[in-house]
């Protein structure tokens, strides 16, 4: 039998943010060529998300809580798992590109089902030139974004358009219930193992000179990591408002090449580029409504994943760093240096890093001090908006044989944030989805235009 899986500490507490009006999801929202050979394409989906689904079991799970609270909820088999219940049409009939955007932003406002396994994958036909689009929703306590991609590898795309569903393959069928004293021998074993590992990690730095140096080193950068990026920001964030249950998404691409060529021209990162593109979209959008330009931070995740991780591997593995975004700055060049001298700077002082060592140690300690922690990260007097980029396939994809043309990233925003940007690349293209609470943001189409806009600048 095999063991019991718990959250990590961090996957627990994304799982906990889930609160009133914020829900804990994102989307990889697909736009390909209807399949040709696909008469029936709900069910062919439903097959080819099965056979993926074959392949991993925890897409066959749902959570339940570990007894008298030892440890974080733990993944056991849904008794009643049916793909169909995951995988189903959207509420949509023959969709233009604003009724499409709409049942988009409707899948993002609509929370998964705590009582099943925590993603589904949604079906909008009848798109302009006779496409189609898939929404896979995914828990971000059960992937972050590179997993995520790898997720959709499983359950949705393939990289040739020949590849077909396997002939006779079985449908998943999720294993036993555990029961009560099962789970909580597992959470008791699994507070045990963690507690175990962190005295070894301390015994380990104790007996080994490298190690305990580097131990050093690590928490000499700690005060100054914290006073660099957990200070709260000047005055009032534009972006700082009540967040509502409704949601509003836009979508603005542009071609990978050009961004590389204008983070080539001055030294700066793909990264850099895009950092500095919000900058500018934020400044015009800013100024379109008659309203100041002040300074903005943005967070900018930063993933700890590492190759030898294998293909599989689910979970969150997230740091972060924050970045100043000159929005005064009416030059986009210089705009673009200064995002690549705080980025440099981070870098340089290997930021991200020692956050997510001094964050996963808050977790060992103390339940309590490392939710103080994540609050004091979350407030909007100390970051306006997130801005992530996951890097996504470069080669031609196909669903069913249906060439994907296009590939968006949705992620939810936060309490008093009200607006998140996702980059994801995608055979030589970059997208970036805007998902915003329209009672916040009232004009999300305004925003995207000055982003395009301020793209252009630096293009």
């Not at 943010?17 to 989307?27: I, R, T």
């Not at 974004?145 to 449908?171: F, H, K, Y």
């Not at 959008?285 to 903005?296: F, I, K, T, Y």
């Not at 700055?329 to 673009?336: G, I, K, N, Q």
């Amino acid at each position: 039998m095999p063991p019991i899986e718990h959250l990590t500490s961090e996957d627990a507490e994304i799982l906990r943010l889930e609160a009133g009006p914020v829900a804990g999801h994102m989307l990889k929202v697909v736009v390909a060529e209807r399949p040709a050979r696909e008469d029936d394409l709900l069910s062919a989906l439903r097959e080819r998300v099965a056979a993926g689904v074959g392949h991993t079991p925890r897409c066959t799970q749902r959570l339940v809580p570990t007894p008298l609270g030892v440890a974080p909820p733990a993944w056991v088999p849904d008794p009643d798992f049916d793909v169909g219940r995951h995988v189903r049409r959207a509420p949509v009939a023959r969709a233009d590109w604003e009724r499409f955007r709409a049942a988009v932003a409707s899948s993002m406002a609509e929370r998964l089902d705590r009582r099943h396994p925590l993603w589904s994958v949604e079906l909008i036909e009848g798109l302009e030139d006779d496409r189609v689009a898939y929404i896979l929703k995914i828990h971000h306590c059960m992937a972050d974004g590179l997993a995520a991609m790898r997720l959709a590898a499983e359950l949705l795309w393939d990289s040739s358009p020949e590849a077909g569903i396997a002939p006779n393959g079985e449908r998943p069928s999720p294993g036993p219930m555990p029961g009560r004293a099962r789970l909580l021998a597992s959470g008791v074993s699994e507070r045990a193992r963690d507690l175990r590992a962190t005295g070894a990690a301390a015994a380990r730095t104790v007996v080994s000179p490298p190690r305990r140096r580097a131990e050093e080193a690590e928490l000499a950068r700690i005060p100054g990591t914290v006073r660099r990026e957990l200070r709260a920001g000047h005055g009032h964030s534009p972006l700082d408002a009540p967040i509502h249950g409704n949601r509003e998404v836009a979508f603005v691409s542009w071609p990978l090449d050009d961004l590389k060529r204008a983070g080539h021209a001055h030294g700066a990162t793909v990264n850099d580029v895009l950092l500095a593109a919000v900058a500018g979209g934020l400044r015009g959008w800013l100024l379109g409504r008659g309203e100041g330009v002040p300074d903005a931070r943005v967070k900018v995740p930063v993933s700890m994943h590492h190759g030898e991780e294998g293909h599989a591997a689910l979970g969150n593995r997230d740091s972060f760093f924050f970045v100043d975004l000159p929005l005064g700055e009416r030059d986009p060049v210089r705009r673009l240096e200064a995002v690549r001298g705080e980025t440099a700077e981070r870098k340089r002082a290997h930021d991200a890093e020692t956050l997510y060592v001094l964050f996963n140690d808050l977790a060992h300690v103390s339940k309590r001090a490392y939710r103080r922690a994540n609050a004091i990260a979350g407030r909007p007097g100390v970051f306006s908006l997130c801005v992530s980029n996951v890097p996504g396939p470069r080669e031609r994809l196909y669903v069913l044989g249906g060439r994907i043309e296009e590939v968006h990233s949705l992620a939810e925003i936060g309490d008093r944030h009200g607006l998140r940007v996702s980059a994801v690349s995608y055979c030589g293209s970059v997208s970036l989805g805007l998902c915003a609470d329209p009672a916040a943001i009232h004009d999300l189409d305004s925003l995207a235009a000055a982003l395009e806009e301020s793209l252009a600048e630096l293009g």
